[in-house]
């Protein structure tokens, strides 16, 4: 998997308030959703890069079935 970039992002406390608690309806980190956000408005708009990776799978992995 390619390095991940780094962004500082100033948002308004408010924005940010927002954002963490739709996040945490989703059960996503604030990190997480503003990626989704912005992967889903590029792909929208027709600008999602074919060389994008999938955003990384978190949390416990499934467990195989015995």
Known sequence: ????????????PAVHDALARWANDELRSTNAQIEF???????????MPDE???IPKRGRPRKADE
């Not at 390619?2 to 948002?11: D, I, Y």
């Not at 956000?37 to 600008?47: E, K, N, P």
């Open 1 to 12: 998997m390619p390095e991940r970039k780094s962004v500082l992002l100033r948002l308004d």
């Open 37 to 47: 956000l912005l992967r889903r408005a590029l792909a929208d708009a027709g600008r």
């Open 52 to 54: 994008a990776g999938r």
